[in-house]
Structures are given as C-alpha cells and as structure tokens.
C-alpha cells in the first residue's frame, strides 16, 4: 500500500523540507518495525496490535503500520483492549515549534536558577544588616569625599572672585571708567569657568550618591525578605547588574575635583 503524503504544514514549505520528513517517516517505520520484533523476541507471549485508517479503510497489524506513521495508531493488548496510543511523527513546522518551545523553557529554567543563585549569594555576601551598611559606606566613602573637596574648592573659588570683583570696580567706576587690564580680564574668565566646572562636578556626585543609595535600597529591601524567609530566586529579577556573583551595587565612579 503507498505511504500517505505527510502534510505540507504550509503553502511554502520548501522541497528540501519535505523531503527530509518523509526520510523520516520512513526511518521512523523501519525502526519501529524492527523494534517490534525485538519487543516479540524478548516477551513472545504478548503481541501487540496496531490499528489505523488508511484511505478511509481499517488497517491492523501486529507492527506499527508503516502508512500510518504522519497519524495516530492504536496500539491493542492481544485481547483487544487499548494499551496506548502511537502518536504520529511531527510535522518539520511541528518540530520546529517543539523546538522552540523547548529553548524557551530551558531559557526560563536558567534564569531561574540565575535568580536563585544570586539571592544566595546576596544573603552569602550580606548575613545581616549591619554587614550591607557597612558595604553601602564603604561604597560612598570616595563621593563623599570628593564632595568635600568640591566644596573646599568652590569656597575658594568664591573668595578669589570677590577679589577679583574688588579690583574690577576700581576701572568701571565713574570716576575712573577704563578699561579691564587684560591680567585681570582672564583671571576673572578663569575664575568663572573653574566655578562652572566645581558647581557642574559637585552636582554630579550629588547624582552619583543618589544612584547608589537607591540601589542600595531597593538590595536592602530583597534582603529583609529574604532573611524573613522568602525563597531565593522567588522575588522577581533584581534591578542593576545580573551576572551571577556580581555585586547589586557597581563600584562608584569616582568624580575628581578639578585642579584649576
């Protein structure tokens, strides 16, 4: 009897698909022909039945029917009641969706496994409050003094420029009105632009202690979860890097206070 024609899957199936699938069905039928003569040499005494429709007919074998492996057979104990049902060879876009499928729940069980070892490592790293306070210092320790120097400079830099404003007003007042000396000109320029400079610098560790304190929060907030007894790995993903073993919380950059 001719095999069945296996079901295109779509209108643009190309031929090389086809052709690799019905190798298959054909490699599927001898296998599991061969397999059931090796199953009726090792357990003679029970003998399997196979059924399935071929062009609208009943077929029944006692090996899995060739015609039948892109359908469903009914497998039958020698007494005629259902031992299980055969199912049929995927189709390639079958397969392919399997496939996919199948990486997509590998994917999801590696990140679970991720998420569960890096809220191990977090509770490793941090046992108790007292030991992330101490991290949460340790990192802002370099801001906060680059800050302080920030603001030294800036004081310095504002009490250079009330100089420079007192010896400016002696040549724009009335009774003298004359011109700046260039000297005094750029030294007033370059007050100015090292003030812009401090101001802009200052504010930018104001920024960069903010980043880090609500990343550290947002650390401290998962672990009073987790040392109340919350599953690791069960708190969703955490914000910041992700790599296993990587800290929440990157070293800070360091925001050096200008030489001028």
Same mark, same amino acid.
């Given at each position: ?8 899957? +779509?209108?643009? *199936? ?22 059931? !003569? ?11 039945? !196979?059924?399935?429709?071929?062009? /609208?007919?009943?077929?029944? =074998? %006692? ?15 020698? %007494? /005629? =009641?259902?031992?299980? !049902? ?8 079958? #397969? ?7 990486? &997509? ?44 120097? +920030? ?8 009490? &250079?420029?009330? #100089?420079?404003? %007192?010896?400016? $007003? !002696? ?35 104001? =920024? &960069? ?9 947002? &650390?401290? *907030? ?7 007894? *919350?599953?690791? /790995? +069960? ?9 296993? /073993? ?10 050096? #206070?200008?030489? $001028?």
């Amino acid at each position: 009897m001719p095999m069945r024609s296996p079901p295109t899957g +779509s209108a643009t *199936a190309s031929e090389p698909k086809r052709l690799a699938y019905a190798a298959r069905l054909m490699a599927s039928a001898l296998l599991a022909t061969a397999g059931a !003569f090796g199953a009726r040499a090792a357990d003679s005494p029970k003998t399997y039945i !196979f059924q399935c429709e071929v062009n /609208g007919k009943k077929v029944t =074998s %006692d090996r899995p029917i060739a015609e039948c492996a892109n359908k469903e057979q009914r497998q039958l104990n020698p %007494d /005629g =009641s259902l031992y299980r !049902f055969v199912k049929p060879i995927p189709t390639p876009d079958e #397969t392919e969706e399997m496939e996919r499928k199948e990486r &997509e729940r590998l994917a999801a069980l590696a990140n679970q496994n991720d998420a569960v070892r890096r809220d191990r490592n977090l509770m490793q790293r941090f046992p108790n409050e007292a030991a992330h306070k101490k991290a949460r210092d340790k990192a802002l320790d370099d801001l906060r003094v680059a800050g302080k120097n +920030s603001e030294a400079r800036i004081g310095l830099l504002l009490k &250079e420029r009330k #100089t420079l404003d %007192d010896e400016k $007003q !002696f040549y724009v007042n009335e009774q003298v009105n004359k011109p700046l000396p260039t000297l005094l000109k750029q030294k007033l320029d370059a007050n100015e632009a090292a003030l812009e400079a401090q101001k802009s610098l200052a504010q930018n560790q104001d =920024s &960069e202690v903010a980043r880090i304190n609500k990343l550290y929060d947002a &650390e401290l *907030a998962r672990l009073r979860k987790l040392w109340a007894g *919350a599953q690791p /790995g +069960s708190l969703g993903p955490l914000p910041g890097p992700q790599g296993s /073993g990587t800290p929440l919380v990157p070293p800070p950059t360091v925001l050096k #206070t200008s030489s $001028q």
